[in-house]
């Protein structure tokens, strides 16, 4: 089917997602007629699948044998579940056709109708600021919605290209994937959604939080400590003083207690190809 995009539709900004999409229903309630400086087969085809439907509702069954591929990439699109998110994400990724048919499991002919129906991006992927708020959204501004997962993919999978992309979806899909990633970078991406889905108003507080979480976590996987109490005295180890309660705040920090944790560079943002993560070590301490 022969597509292009009209010179206006090629320089306008604010051009939606699903452009032949919304002219096409343009087109259908006004009741006006395809125009061929603007209109190719495609959203002819998309006007002559809403005039059958009688609107833009997604029905069960598909009307006729002409709009099967229409109507899947539509029932995609309203679904609006991982195959959309992770579709989209990867159109935003830049992978082909059949990267995107291979890894999602969908035929190439129905990825080329959904992008050019509903995701229309690949003319504009040099042009960050059409992506960021056409396809993406105020997300990675002011924090994503909490659940907004999808979001989290596209913004991944534009910025930082498919590799991440996969180790990020491995980590928060819903559905069971196969896959080659080790458990320290799944936890690190999904980490990394917890904290893009933080309101920039909450974020300090919200840090905190997390921070003190990932130090219970340390906590619990630590061997035992002698307990210090008042009627308790545990040699130091230094010397033959025993440690005191009132002594303790000064051996925190003359010997420096704590343990060098993973922070900083997350391992999955810096993992190759083998899919092992490589961490970044700080010895900062927290508390």
Known sequence: MDTFISRYDRIDPLRPAAFRWARAQRLFLLGDRLDPRW????TALVLDYQQTLGGTDCPLVCPAPRFRLIHRAHRIYAENGETRWELEARL???QSDQEISRRVGLPRGLVAVYHDSFCTCRDRLRASDCILVTFIGRGPMVGFAP???GGVWKWVGYFTGPYMLDVLIAATSKQTRRHAYTEDALESARRFVLMAQIPVTAR???LATIVGMIDETEQRAAPPE???G???AVTSGAGDRPITPDRL???RLGRGLGKSR??????WASTGKSGVGRTVTSTARFG
Request: proline share 14%.
């Open 39 to 42: 209109d190719d087969q495609l």
């Open 92 to 94: 935003l990724a830049g």
């Open 147 to 149: 659940g907004d997962i």
């Open 204 to 206: 300090f507080a919200s």
């Open 226 to 228: 002698p307990s210090i």
């Open 230 to 232: 008042p009627s308790l």
């Open 249 to 251: 705040p000064q051996l």
């Open 262 to 267: 993973t922070c900083g560079a997350m391992p």
